[in-house]
T-cell receptor, first 111, second 113 residues
Framework: DGGITQSPKYLFRKEGQNVTLSCEQN?????MYWYRQDPGQGLRLIYY???????QKGDIAEGYSVSREKKESFPLTVTSAQKNPTAFYLC??????????FGSGTRLTVV | AQSVTQPDIHITVSEGASLELRCNYS??????LFWYVQSPGQGLQLLLK??????LVQGIKGFEAEFKRSQSSFNLRKPSVHWSDAAEYFC???????????FGTGTRLLVSP
């Protein structure tokens, strides 16, 4: 079945560490997105990519980085510059504009 | 830029009662409108969408929503709520062309016996 796989489901980060969240899709979608979800704030866009080797900052890109070397993959790195990284991270994909398919999320906790 | 307001943070409904979740949007033209549902610790599932045409749209799980241009609203309704409907519901708006999907802050639905 086609879909989006996010891994790991739970991730723990020490202060000052960089961590990378994986997002893989086999839907042949061109566009991919990363959202951050905090209680009471809805989903906020971190980065998005419309095509391979190209990506744009979303509303809260500071402290995050991404790459899009393959159509299927859009990993997100949470760097030590992100001062409050504890959150639920959701990856999504779409065929250009229109309907989004979401992964099941990664919960990141700073310890 | 488009924006979405969901004025109700929490709503509690008795099982079997009707439900209406409110959503207001801001956008200069007619946007694409969506309702998503999220169970705890899970991703989002699309309930229904409005692109154009009939302003009353039907979705999965017995949900429907009505687009009212004059009120800039896209409220979600269900005639009879089931305990399994307890979840968080997000309204989202997207402008035409390739534009970002913008979400509201969500409404958490609690279903009482």
């Amino acid at each position: 079945d086609g879909g989006i796989t996010q891994s790991p489901k739970y991730l723990f980060r020490k202060e000052g560490q960089n961590v990378t969240l994986s997002c893989e899709q086999n839907l042949n979608h061109d566009a991919m997105y990363w959202y951050r979800q905090d209680p009471g704030q809805g989903l906020r866009l971190i980065y998005y990519s419309q095509i391979v080797n190209d990506f744009q900052k979303g509303d809260i890109a500071e402290g995050y980085s991404v790459s899009r070397e393959k159509k299927e993959s859009f990993p997100l790195t949470v760097t030590s510059a992100q001062k409050n990284p504890t959150a639920f991270y959701l990856c999504a994909s779409s065929i250009g504009s229109g309907l989004y398919t979401f992964g099941s999320g990664t919960r990141l906790t700073v310890v | 830029a488009q924006s979405v307001t969901q004025p109700d943070i929490h709503i509690t409904v008795s099982e079997g009662a009707s439900l209406e979740l409110r959503c207001n949007y801001s956008y200069g033209a007619t946007p694409y409108l969506f309702w998503y549902v999220q169970s705890p610790g899970q991703g989002l599932q699309l309930l229904l969408k409005y692109f154009s045409g009939d302003t009353l749209v039907q979705g999965i799980k017995g949900f429907e929503a009505e687009f009212k241009r004059s009120q800039s609203s896209f409220n979600l309704r269900k005639p009879s709520v089931h305990w399994s409907d307890a979840a968080e519901y997000f309204c989202a708006v997207q402008g035409t062309g390739f534009q970002k999907l913008v979400f509201g802050t969500g409404t958490r639905l609690l279903v009482s016996p």
